[in-house]
DNA sequence: CTGAAAGCGCTTACAG
DNA sequence: CTGAAAGCGCTTACAG
């Protein structure tokens, strides 16, 4: 089935079949009328691959993160989703996990045409290639930053929070916070480090630990915790940067035969659902990660109706929710 | 940068260019090299959307979940993706959220010729204009089966399972056992309930409970579990047919300041790591989640590759996974 | 309001 | 081994 075939059954041009398709211009309502006829009897659906490359415009973006099966890129991903549903867009998803070689040949598909424009949540500097790409690329980061190039983000101040969720653990009476973090190719853990240290020095406490998680899963933060309590001086409090290290850092203490926060008090981030669901209840950061996905699809569509446009720069607002965890 | 400009450059042409680009054929090797050449310094990237046209493949395949948020589902995604990077394909996801606008509109991606092939995960009674579009589809159920219709499937023995899951529960000497079920519009459904419906009938245990979660999620769980502790007779087990469905029942029992499993016996499905994140620790049925997406993605290609080929029906192993919950 | 025609960027018989 | 040409299925000035 093709546009030619309707034009014949129709009797009338394939320009003419092409316009009531886009419902412009003005057909005759006659002819419109045999169009839809003939379009219902033949079950016509048009070919998307040949009106994308006439138009060279695809309606997809291409959504890149390292792991989907962390709640809070999940929670991202629907925010994502729904805005570019809203707007004609769909989305491809790339779950690089991390992987170089994956990401790279997800990128294929943008100079491919067949994605008009990417949203990011890996860290930028392990994207190849990027400075050959950027700039001539509708191209938003998503809790996550760019330092250079013209790449607009949406995200959180990162080292605000964090500086609130160790201060709170300070007054708490805590005086041995550790964190566990993502590892520093990501801007956002280099900020919330930033946040750690600032406030433990301000108050001119001298203990710190710190373990990288190499993804945020909760294997990856039980071990971090093991790590942490294989140390002479063990923690009487960790801060993890996502809800899911969090929950993994838990077991590990748990496993270990000491007690949250009695023992050790645990702060996440993110405020996932996660979160209530471990026991104790994870006091955490939330994150608006709906709408910063539907912010991110808003900042890439106004790119990509206008490739002069600015890159920009958006932070959300954070809220801090104090749960039995810490 | 089009296959024109490279032909130009390199003095050739455009059907060379287009064998080197696909290494077909044998090119001479001085005008291989001039191609090749001509790519890298014009840093040239074939457009995707015109190939595919050209050969009406899109390399692409179309995933449908319900709610990408369910670790399961993520963990299938994940042997999705896996297999099909193996095979050159992308995916494209539709996290449908069970919206059957969003699910018909998804379809259209298949009409247009944008996906060679389909894996959902929802339930395909759901599924609007099927009747007319199989068959002529390639098409594969995930973790979920099809009645009608040609159309592969790949799963686990759901009823078994359940037995398994019921009868352990009542040798542990629990007398009223409970079920937080999905929608009955899922296949998996009605034959985990036809299990445990079974079991406890040939038992002669005539107590019998069940709450239909509208989604898989935590929240759906609590209210489910929060409507079963208002009956006048409470449950003393509960088996809930997602590990997500399980820790929202555990997070409502906790609430109702009752202990799991002394009050009440929890058994979730699924094993995925969320069974090991919430305490006690949730006694599960694992699903092999990663091999069925990836015997998904199999059976899918071997369909695209030979549409003639009947649908297959794919059965895996499960494992019982016994911890502190029930 | 409508149609003939060009063209998006490829691939692939076909002929040489 | 290579090129000219047709064609995948659309859209869109352009002329009428």
Known sequence: MSIQKIAKLAGVSVATVSRVLNNSDSVKSKNRERVLEAIRESNYQPNLLARQLRTSRSSMILVMVSNIANPFCADVVKGIEEEAEMNGYRILLCNSGSDIERSKSSLGLLSGKMVDGIITMD?????????????????????????????????????????????????????????????????????????????????????????????????????????????????????????????????AIDDAGMKVPQDIAVIGFDGTELAEMVSPQLTTIEQPSRDIGRHAVSLLLRKIDNPEAPAERLMMGWRFIARASA
Chains 1, 2 share one sequence.
């Open 123 to 251: 860290a930028f500097s392990r994207l190849p290639d990027l400075s050959t790409m950027i700039g001539q690329t509708p191209w938003v980061q998503c809790a996550e930053y760019a330092d250079a190039g013209d790449v607009s983000c949406v995200g959180i101040n990162d080292t605000d929070a964090s500086e609130f969720a160790i201060r709170h653990l300070l007054e708490r009476g805590c005086k041995r916070v550790a964190l566990i973090n993502h590892d520093l190719s990501y801007k956002y853990a280099q900020l919330r480090e930033r946040g750690y240290k600032s406030v433990l020095s301000q108050q001119g406490n001298d203990f710190e630990a710190i373990e990288y998680a190499s993804e945020l899963s909760f294997h990856a933060g039980r071990s971090a915790m093991e790590n942490l309590l294989r140390a002479p001086l063990k923690p009487d409090a960790v801060f993890a940067v996502s809800d899911t290290l969090a929950a993994g850092a838990m077991r």
